[in-house]
């Protein structure tokens, strides 16, 4: 579910409100846990979703089935947060809402998340020795997310949030290519 650069900044903004009140209530994970249940919820269950995502359904309607569903499962100010998500039609960044959580609540714990690209599969062994060489690099505990992409050739390309570090063997034969073609060598 793309959410687009504004449907993030609104997400992670949802996000720091509900991080906020989890921690008043001083379960911060469990609130984590609760949020995600209801993003995989919306994700997976094509009727919930076309429920929520219903203009033709009013927000009070709709805040009443979460209140029946929720009601005595979660915390009350986690149930009007749900509320009032739907109330200001949001109900459908949910899942992007989640993710930024997860987010937040790691970075306040020092974990990093890196999307880490490399041209084949890569081992246990080789994944860990990643996320150590990492860690060791930024100073926290980095959890490497690896997928495979063999355009890059060889090498490996990691994106910390806004932080791009492009170590590809793609990368520097286009370096070598824009040299060679100034007459640089």
């Known amino acids: 579910m793309a959410a687009g650069v504004q449907g993030e900044s609104i997400a992670r903004n949802y996000a720091e409100a509900l991080l906020t009140l989890a921690r008043k209530a001083e379960d911060p994970a469990g609130w984590g846990v609760m949020l995600r249940q209801v993003a995989s919820a919306i994700l997976t269950d094509t009727t919930l979703s076309r429920f929520l995502e219903s203009p033709r359904i009013s927000a009070a ?33 949910i899942p992007v809402i989640a993710d930024e959580y997860d987010t937040l609540l790691d970075a306040s714990e020092g974990i990093v998340h890196a999307k880490v690209t490399l041209a084949r599969a890569a081992g246990d062994d080789e994944t860990s020795m990643i996320a150590e060489r990492l860690s060791k690099i930024v100073g926290k505990t980095v959890v490497p997310h690896v997928s495979i992409d063999a355009s890059i050739i060889g090498g490996v390309v990691v994106r910390m949030g806004d932080t791009v570090m492009d170590g590809s063997v793609r990368r520097k034969l286009a370096k070598l290519r824009r040299r060679m073609g100034t007459g640089h060598a």
């Not at 709709?62 to 499962?73: I, M, P, Q, T």
């Open 61 to 93: 309607a709709k805040s009443e089935v979460l209140s029946k569903a929720l009601g005595d499962r979660v915390p009350r100010l986690f149930l009007r947060f749900l509320q009032q998500l739907v109330k200001n039609r949001r109900q459908m960044l």
